[in-house]
């Protein structure tokens, strides 16, 4: 992979010293919409950046395209930045940034070639998850993803906050979540059975949640915090063991997978629990959008749960096609969820796992205004259309980058897993294709503790995500891809960030 950029062009007076122009580039990921490159260049002073709102720019853009449309004029007097909206300005400051060489030494000074650059985004919904409940990761290590984000022009961090592993999120009403919830007694050991001896835990008080809000909104991300039901419940029903079908008791769990053990559908105070801690949720969230799971939900204990059965038969449920009596409870469960989340005028967003299942078929009806994610196969979104829902597009084989064995794949093909994905299938009309707001890559963590590791496995495919996310379908072309990831692994080292090329485990 040949490096284009940071070469030392020339020698000239500057203030009576001499100077090494170091030119930047806008060969970048993810690749702007156009470039047109004029002859000369700048060298660039910060104090000659200006900043102007053109409402004109992007007209006849869909609105969020035109809201984060913008332009960067570089010429002889300096840089200007326009955009439609104060979030167009921010995106063309994260773009002028990085088009900035990534690292200047001691007597050299930075240029920018004479342009003009256009941009905006393709998809309105650009997201990343991090799974912070499987394994906890400090503010700092958060930050530092959020800033990965920004540096990709991502709009949304998707935040997993509780697993059957651990529950990661301070709720006042019940400080058992993070007293209990928040701890286990070990990890899994690869090959045999039980776990290791060494206790896991971390939560995020208020504070730190607000300070992560806080920061990654002044980046143009909004946070989406996920709590994952009513499947994937275990910590909190190891902290209130009332909350399941069995009545415990419940250990918080030191194993991967899924597990039968989860809220019930059929007590009160179950859907009463869920209601409190999304009221503390959205009051830490201001995001529009609430991501309430619904993944991988066995029925054994529904099935065998005499309150369970009771409210099955008080809803009059019937098995109808592929949808089981069971499946239909989870939906009609998640109807009650969704519907308390859109009465305090959000949305919500689930996996999924309860509208279509890993064969294709449809197997329950969520609330029509649930964002349906995804996750198991390519089609899984486009059936979520098909059905008359608003899609995202995260498909575990090319859009988890946890990189877990079995999952082993080195260079281009790594790489080109994330970046041939059809986020645009000729299955769907331009109709059907409005309706997939987005893209999302996920990383669960399982065999993830450490920063580096996770970083490891963000970079460089994230340059390959924002490609999909943002960047011009129609030129989508790996070959002209590879110099501008080039670009992008300079500015990952510049930073500190630790990136690779294979999916293997680092030891
Ligand atoms: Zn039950």
């Given at each position: ?14 203030s ?17 919409r ?67 060489p ?64 651990g ?9 058992r ?57 275990l ?81 009059g ?10 499946e ?27 509208l ?77 294709q ?17 920063r580096?590791?996770?970083l ?24 002209a ?5 080039s ?21």
């Amino acid at each position: 992979m040949k490096k284009l950029i940071v070469c030392a062009c020339a020698l000239i007076s500057v203030s009576c010293t001499q100077k090494v122009l170091v030119s930047g580039s806008y060969e970048l990921c993810p690749e702007p919409r156009s470039v047109e490159l004029s002859e000369g260049s700048l060298v660039f002073r910060p104090g000659k950046v200006s900043e102007k709102l053109d409402t004109t720019l992007g007209k006849g853009l869909e609105p969020f395209q035109k809201e984060e449309c913008y332009s960067i004029e570089v010429g002889k007097r300096g840089v200007v930045l326009s955009a439609a909206s104060q979030t167009g300005l921010l995106r063309a400051r994260q773009t002028l940034e990085k088009a900035l060489p990534p690292r200047l030494e001691k007597g050299e000074v930075a240029t920018l070639p004479y342009a003009r650059v256009f941009d905006y985004p393709e998809f309105a919904y650009r997201a990343f998850m991090l799974d912070c409940a499987r394994h906890f990761f400090p503010v700092e290590t958060v930050k530092e993803v959020i800033d990965i984000m920004a540096l990709h022009q991502l709009n949304y961090f998707h935040w997993h906050l509780t697993e059957d592993q651990g529950w990661r999120i301070e709720i006042s009403k019940y400080p058992r979540l993070t007293e209990v919830g928040s701890i286990r007694a070990g990890d899994p050991v690869p090959g045999k059975e039980g776990h290791d001896e060494v206790q896991r835990g971390g939560f995020y008080t208020k504070d730190d949640v607000r300070e992560i809000v806080a920061y990654a909104a002044s980046k143009g991300i909004e946070v989406i915090p996920e709590i994952d039901l009513p499947g994937h419940m275990l910590a909190a029903l190891a902290s209130y063991p009332e909350l399941g079908c069995t009545g415990g008791p419940y250990e918080v769990a030191c194993q991967w997978g899924v597990l039968d053990d989860v809220l019930c559908a059929g007590k009160e105070g179950t859907l009463q629990f869920v209601k409190d801690v999304l009221e503390e949720v959205m009051d830490l969230f201001p995001s529009k959008y609430i991501h309430i799971g619904g993944d991988e939900c066995p029925k054994v204990r529904w099935e065998k749960c005499p309150d369970c059965q009771a409210k099955k038969r008080a809803l009059g449920l019937k098995a109808d096609g592929h949808k089981t009596r069971e499946e239909l409870l989870q939906s009609w469960f998640m109807d009650q969820v969704s519907a308390f989340i859109e009465a305090h005028g959000r949305r919500c967003i689930a996996w999924n796992d309860p509208l279509v299942d890993w064969s294709n078929d449809v197997v329950g009806a969520p609330s029509k205004n649930t964002v349906i994610a995804g996750w198991m196969r390519p089609v899984s979104s486009e059936i979520a259309v098909k059905e008359g829902y608003d899609a995202v597009i995260c498909p575990c084989g090319h859009l988890y980058l946890s990189a877990w064995e079995g999952n082993i794949l080195k260079g281009e093909a790594y790489l080109r897993r994330v970046f041939d994905l059809n986020v645009h299938p000729e299955t769907l009309s331009a109709e059907e294709q409005e309706r997939v707001l987005g893209v999302e890559a996920c990383l669960w963590t399982e065999r993830v503790s450490e920063r580096d590791s996770l970083l490891w496995r963000m970079l460089p495919r994230m340059s390959a995500v924002s490609e999909l996310q943002w960047s011009d379908p129609e030129r989508r072309d790996f070959e002209a891809f590879l110099p501008r990831l080039s670009r992008m692994q300079d500015i990952y080292s510049e930073r500190g960030w630790t990136w690779n090329m294979a999916a293997e485990l680092p030891e």
